[in-house]
């Protein structure tokens, strides 16, 4: 049964920090990893999608990367902006999507 | 062109009501959807249709969950004699064809009292 966890549960940093959240999935056989960003009350606004046979994926200051053999996949976010806090939600796509919990992410000015 | 439309957004049901929560995919999106957001949790993936046809509702909670697509676009999730542990997110998507990136609705969040 494939699983999808992510870490750190929370995370408050500074403006300007440069930031890692991990994905991590039990199951390889996927067809791509969506990352998503959920702001309080709002619906899922999709950021990156890796197809399973990329290794990454870049938009502005968001990179994120895919390590289907090791079940790993990262988003990188550079010089962090108090607009960036929300939650942020991967998922794998199996023909539906399975989620993570999710990262609670505070930028503070 | 127009995303994917929800409605309503919010509903309030008493407990033992049906409620029906409709989804509009994206024009030509022949995948779709459902998924439950409980407060603080992940979406967890309820049923999906390709075209009309309903391949999986292995995360239907019960039998009170019922879905359908009949004409292959606007769907419709319905609960029967809601309770409170009903109480969520209920969130749709749409994807071009399987396996493909899926894009979201803004949502219904259903309250039972």
């Known amino acids: 049964k494939q699983e999808v966890t992510q870490i750190p549960a929370a995370l408050s940093v500074p403006e300007g920090e440069n930031l890692v959240l991990n994905c991590s999935f039990t199951d390889s056989a996927i067809y791509n990893l969506q990352w998503f960003r959920q702001d309080p009350g709002k619906g899922l606004t999709s950021l990156l999608l890796i197809q399973s046979s990329q290794r990454e994926q870049t938009s502005g200051r968001l990179n994120a990367s895919l390590d289907k053999s090791s079940g790993r996949s990262t988003l990188y976010i550079a010089a962090s902006q108090p607009g960036d806090s929300a939650t942020y939600l991967c998922a794998v796509n199996t023909d539906k999507l399975i989620f993570g919990t999710g990262t609670r992410l505070q930028v503070f000015p | 062109g127009a995303g994917v439309s929800q409605s309503p957004r919010y509903k309030v049901a008493k407990r033992g009501q049906d409620v029906a929560l409709r989804c509009d995919p994206i024009?030509?999106?022949?995948?779709l959807f459902w998924y439950q957001q409980a407060l603080g949790q992940g979406p967890e993936f309820l049923t999906y249709f390709q075209n009309e046809a309903q391949l999986d509702k292995s995360g239907l909670p019960s039998d009170r969950f019922f879905a359908e697509r009949p004409e292959g676009s606007v769907s419709t999730l319905k609960i029967q004699r809601t309770q409170q542990e009903d109480s969520a997110v209920y969130l749709c998507?749409?994807?071009?064809?399987?396996?493909?990136?899926?894009?979201f609705g803004p949502g219904t969040r259903l309250t039972v009292l």
């Open positions: 998507a749409s994807s071009s064809e399987r396996g493909n990136e899926q894009f």
């Open positions: 024009s030509g999106h022949v995948s």
